[in-house]
């Protein structure tokens, strides 16, 4: 078993510009994985299995939807403080991290934003302590980039509604207890529905054969005439608009994610080229190794400032759609190069599971596509700059 000897890069002092409570959480997540998840993680990857036995252990760092109020079982924490959660938990494996956003920010945010009082209380507190565990279906079979093309729907039939149609691709899905789905209704207007398993005509089959993510469970959600009863529509908003909302909520979360992805890697690659010697000296002494470690941390500093100022106007209510997506796009890639770098400073040690660089080099190729593939995201910074949509 490996000792998880992380250290995290903090080159411009980031830690001053964080409250006492920000350290805290950020730290007591820092501890929880080095104890109960990175001792475990290399072997439920290889085993293509999500651990469940760290599900109480995700509630109490508050993993499950940070920022949901007190009131409905959430801890009530700040964006900032929801970043760190996430950085942390992607710090040890993008699946664990792609759990937690699902729950907090696909499941529990839009119970908490789009349900009504009766869906929150229902919902929220179990879904805060990790006793139900959410699944988000937006994606179908062949509608990924363009879920506005969904062809998964729902009729009324007076006293219910009757829900047809699949879903691809979906974390958690395998095990989960409840799913928020989007589907049409008869007008063609997109609606948000809870549907609960053992809803008869509701199967979840998994996906098998990921060569990423493989710590998380992904499948499908198939309805075959589901009847869904009227109370689990989600009445406060609806539109396309509903979903996406939930996305800026999750990629900003997967924006500090993939920063902890990345001072993995960094972290391991300084320490492994002080220790490994070639040619009689450390490597870390030839200037092609200072080269790629000192872009690393130059890369990963960037990705901290520009994410740091994304939280703040997260707290304000003022980032935007836009504002996110070039936090997600840029610190993905940046997180990708980063890994690449790591491998190679390990040089064929970096290919073993003795290090979590090829396992964060392979869930991040997911992360890359998921939550708005990387030329999505490029798409709405350039729509967002000149006003013109270029996706169709
Ligand atoms: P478009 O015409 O631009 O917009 C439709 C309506 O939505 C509004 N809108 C938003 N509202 C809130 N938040 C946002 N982020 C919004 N973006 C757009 C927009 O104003 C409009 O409203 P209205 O009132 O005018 O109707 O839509 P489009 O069909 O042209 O598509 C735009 C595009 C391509 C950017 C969008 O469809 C998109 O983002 N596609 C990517 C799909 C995606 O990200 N899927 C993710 C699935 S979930 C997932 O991957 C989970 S992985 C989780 C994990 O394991 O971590
Ligand atoms: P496509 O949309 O078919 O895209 C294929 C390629 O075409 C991409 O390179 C894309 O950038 C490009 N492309 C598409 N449209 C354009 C355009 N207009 N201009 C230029 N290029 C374009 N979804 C959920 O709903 N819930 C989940 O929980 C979830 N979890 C996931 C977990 C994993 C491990 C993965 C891999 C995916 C998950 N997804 C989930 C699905 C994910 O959101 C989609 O894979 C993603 O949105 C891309 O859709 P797609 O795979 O169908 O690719």
């Given at each position: 078993m490996r000792?998880?000897?992380?250290q995290a890069p903090d080159y411009y002092n980031l830690d001053d510009l964080l409250t006492d409570e920000h350290k805290l959480i950020r730290d007591s997540a820092r501890e929880w994985i080095k104890k109960e998840v990175s001792p475990i993680i290399e072997d439920y990857y290889e085993r293509a299995e999500f651990p469940k036995q760290v599900i109480p252990g995700l509630a109490a760092i508050g993993g499950f939807g940070p920022y949901i109020p007190e009131e409905y079982g959430g801890p009530g924490l700040d964006q900032i403080s929801y970043g760190l959660i996430m950085q942390e938990l992607e710090r040890c494996d993008s699946g664990l991290r792609s759990t937690s956003s699902v729950q907090s920010s696909l499941v529990m945010y839009p119970i908490y934003a789009y349900g009504n009082e009766e869906q929150r209380k229902k919902y929220l507190p179990?879904?805060?302590?990790?006793?139900?565990?959410?699944?988000?279906?937006?994606?179908?079979?062949?509608?990924?980039?363009?879920?506005?093309?969904?062809?998964?729907?729902?009729?009324?039939?007076g006293d219910h509604y009757l829900l047809n149609g699949a879903k691809m691709w979906i974390s958690n899905s395998p095990f989960c207890d409840i799913a928020v789905v989007w589907a049409k209704n008869e007008e063609g207007r997109i609606h948000g529905l809870i549907v609960e398993r053992g809803m008869e005509g509701f199967s979840t089959p998994e996906t098998h054969g990921k060569l990423s993510l493989r710590a998380s469970a992904t499948g499908e959600l198939i309805f075959d005439n589901v009847k869904v009863p009227k109370e689990n529509l989600l009445p406060n908003k609806s539109g396309l608009g509903a979903p996406l909302g939930c996305l800026d909520s999750a990629r900003y979360?997967?924006?500090?994610?993939?920063?902890?992805?990345?001072?993995?890697?960094?972290?391991?690659?300084?320490?492994?080229?002080?220790?490994?010697?070639?040619?009689?000296?450390?490597?870390?002494?030839?200037?092609?190794?200072?080269?790629?470690?000192?872009?690393?941390?130059?890369?990963?500093?960037?990705?901290q400032l520009l994410t740091f100022r994304l939280g703040q106007l997260k707290n304000a209510g003022t980032a935007t759609t836009a504002q996110i997506s070039m936090a997600k796009r840029?610190?993905?890639?940046?997180?990708?190069?980063?890994?690449?770098?790591?491998?190679?400073?390990?040089?064929?040690?970096?290919?073993?599971?003795?290090?979590?660089?090829?396992?964060?080099?392979?869930?991040?190729?997911?992360?890359?596509?998921?939550?708005?593939?990387?030329?999505?995201?490029?798409?709405?910074?350039?729509?967002?700059?000149?006003?013109?949509?270029?996706?169709?």
């Open positions: 000792t998880d000897q992380f179990k879904l805060a302590t990790g006793e139900f565990i959410g699944s988000f279906g937006l994606t179908e079979p062949d509608h990924g980039s363009n879920p506005g093309g969904m062809l998964t729907n729902f009729k009324d039939m979360g997967i924006a500090w994610g993939a920063i902890g992805a990345a001072m993995d890697c960094y972290d391991s690659a300084l320490r492994y080229s002080k220790e490994r010697i070639q040619f009689g000296k450390p490597i870390a002494s030839f200037q092609l190794m200072q080269k790629k470690l000192a872009e690393m941390i130059t890369e990963i500093t960037k990705a840029n610190n993905v890639e940046m997180a990708l190069n980063v890994a690449r770098e790591a491998r190679q400073i390990h040089g064929a040690m970096g290919i073993t599971n003795e290090y979590s660089i090829m396992r964060h080099m392979a869930n991040l190729e997911s992360v890359v596509t998921y939550e708005g593939t990387h030329d999505i995201h490029l798409l709405i910074t350039g729509m967002d700059i000149t006003g013109i949509p270029a996706f169709k």
